[in-house]
């Protein structure tokens, strides 16, 4: 049995759908009801909800934004949409923050209740056959003979490698690249685990799965695998048809851009799970990273941040990476208690430095800031000097030069272009304005930086 959560703004509309609908019918049992997506959240804290129904227009929190929460905190729950609306880009924008259907509540009629929740209910056992036929697939992958990789913990000459697998008794090992090498499935298994239990400078992969996997892909999957004293390892491999339909990347840019695991211990769960299961690309974990450094030393100057950023980047493996992240994750936590604002305002503004950041245009206004984390013009742009130590104002004329600090450095575009790509439509005034904030005028800098370039 399903326990199914209504959450709509208007009461009539939830004691009529919680009335006339055949819940029992397809073994759904009526959990709660909610008016908000906050009393949603709340509710949700202490009871187990699998189906959501949700508005998309409501106050205190829309429809979206509770669709956005409950996919960081509760992955497993259904996202069912209640919309007055049919138009196709609505309804497509709500089909892409997670729901599985949607229900257009001015055509509910006793004649369509039934169909409705059929359609759900097939909807949800088609996506938990998918579920168990990727695990199948991947489970009769073990049952087939694995492909057996030998590779070094740590860089070495083709040629010594050459040598010890020989003097090991090893004679046909087929280097692949990047220190891994290929051993004839002739060799027993315990030999080569005897091997590398004796002379620790090698590790014993065995490959399931997908045989047409590259070195690079087994790289990949040793930075999540990879133990300090481990030698044996079973890689499982995703088959083509392992492929999620969802885009894992943007998922995870959502989740930790949100920047809600820094004081969430259920998001903060649910990332770390969701790397785990997705293992996204090593260089998309290190620009996460990086951009978030960048963004809390404005807010928390720290000189142990500064001293191991470095460190933080470097990370040769996913276990000493999820150290390093859990230890700037209580080092920000720190800087955060001694702020005169709550958690929620400090991630807000953390939000806002990073859209303001990403702006293509650099031209945009406070009030749209505001708007994008749901803080009133007045009180964001308070908060944001407490907190920041800057006005939004200059903040923003900061981003705006060091744009065209870009430009001129990198493009031989006119300065007028430069300054309209930097927020300005007045090329002189833009022009006055760097000079009082870099000493020199744009076009001195360009020659500037030409000079120091040509410079040996």
């Known amino acids: 049995m399903l326990n199914v959560l209504i959450v709509d703004d208007e009461r009539l509309v939830r004691k009529g759908l919680i009335s006339t609908m055949p819940w029992e019918k397809y073994d759904l049992h009526i959990a709660g009801e909610a008016g908000n997506g906050r009393a949603a959240l709340d509710f949700m804290e202490k009871h187990r909800v699998d189906l959501l129904f949700v508005d998309l227009t409501m106050p205190v929190m829309s429809g979206f934004e509770l669709m956005k929460a409950v996919r960081m905190k509760y992955p497993m729950t259904w996202l069912v949409v209640l919309t007055c609306h049919q138009d196709f880009d609505y309804i497509q924008e709500a089909m892409r923050a997670g729901a599985i259907d949607y229900v257009v509540k001015t055509q509910l009629d006793k004649e369509h209740m039934d169909g409705i929740l059929l359609r759900i209910i097939q909807r949800i056992e088609f996506e938990q056959m998918n579920q168990a036929a990727r695990t199948t697939v991947s489970n009769n992958g073990t049952n087939e003979s694995p492909i057996i990789l030998i590779a070094g913990r740590s860089p070495a000459a083709p040629d010594d490698v050459y040598a010890i697998l020989h003097d090991a008794g090893f004679h046909s090992a087929t280097a692949m690249g990047d220190n891994i090498w290929s051993v004839p499935s002739a060799i027993h298994e315990a030999a080569l685990r005897r091997f590398v239990a004796r002379t620790d400078e090698f590790i014993l992969l065995k490959v399931h799965g997908n045989k047409q996997t590259s070195v690079s892909e087994i790289r990949h999957y040793m930075f999540y695998e990879y133990e300090q004293h481990r030698n044996v390892y079973d890689l499982q491999l995703p088959l083509p048809e392992d492929v999620q339909a969802w885009n894992a990347r943007d998922l995870l840019d959502e989740l930790w851009f949100s920047y809600h695991w820094l004081h969430d211990e259920k998001i903060w769960d649910n990332l770390i799970a969701l790397i785990e299961r997705t293992k996204p690309d090593t260089g998309q974990l290190r620009d996460m990273l990086h951009q978030s450094v960048e963004l809390w030393r404005e807010l928390f100057p720290n000189r142990e941040l500064d001293e191991r950023e470095a460190e933080w980047l470097s990370s040769g493996f996913w276990k000493e990476y999820k150290r390093c992240v859990g230890d700037l994750r209580n080092q920000i936590r720190n800087g955060m208690k001694q702020s005169a604002y709550s958690d929620e305002i400090i991630i807000a503004i953390m939000k806002a430095l990073y859209f303001m950041k990403k702006l293509e245009h650099t031209s945009i206004n406070r009030d749209l800031i505001a ?40 493009t031989p575009l006119p300065i007028y272009r430069i300054a309209e790509l930097s927020g300005y439509k007045d090329d002189k005034y833009f022009s006055k304005i760097f000079r009082e904030r870099v000493g020199i005028n744009p076009a001195e800098y360009r020659k500037t930086h030409e000079r120091s370039r040509l410079t040996p």
């Open 371 to 410: 708007a994008k984390i749901n803080m009133s013009s007045g009180y964001f742009s308070e908060c944001f000097k407490d907190i920041t130590g800057r006005t939004f104002g200059d903040y923003m004329k900061d981003l705006q030069i060091d744009k065209a600090k870009a430009l001129l450095e990198t």
